[in-house]
C-alpha cells in the first residue's frame, strides 16, 4: 500500500486491520443496548493514520477486512465499484457461526458505507454475503513425538 500511494496517490486495494473484527466480535457478543454504536470516526483507529484515511476506502477498488476467530483465518472482501461483499474462506463450511458473523460483519460495513458515503437510508446499498469459490484446504493436524514431525490429513 506504501508503494502504491507514493507513485499513483491512491491506493486501490485497501486492508482493514485485523483488530477491527476482533473488536467488532467482542463487542457483537454484547446484549444489543451495550454494543457500541459504530460512527465513521470508530473505523480510522483500524488504518494506517499516515496513510489511509476513511475517506480513501471511496476510491478505492477493494477493501478487505481479514478475521481470527475460533482459531481460524478468513476474509472478507469488499468490490467497491459493485458493492458486492465476498467472504473468502479456505474450509468448506467455515467454523461454526460463521454465518451469523458474515451477516453481523455485512450489515456493520453495510451501515459504515451508508455514512462514509452520505447515504442516509442503510437500504440504499445492498449487500449480500457472497462466498468466493476458492479451493479447499485440507484439514490437517501437525504435532511432534521424538522430535519426528507428524502431519495427519482428517
Partial sequence: MYFEKRSTGLIKRII???????????????????????????????????????????SADWVFIPVLSGGHWWCYALQVCSMKFFVIDSL???????VGIDRSIAKNIKHFWSQLSNTLEDSKIDFNVIVAKIPVQPNTLVYMWNDVLFLCFH
Fill in 92 to 98: 468448506e463450511k467455515g467454523i461454526r457461526g460463521r
Fill in 16 to 58: 482493514f486491520s485485523p483488530m477491527f473484527a476482533t473488536h467488532f466480535l467482542e463487542d457483537n457478543k454484547k446484549r444489543i443496548v451495550n454494543r457500541h454504536v459504530w460512527q465513521v470516526d470508530d473505523y480510522q483507529a483500524y488504518f494506517h493514520n499516515d496513510l489511509v484515511r476513511v475517506e480513501d476506502l471511496l
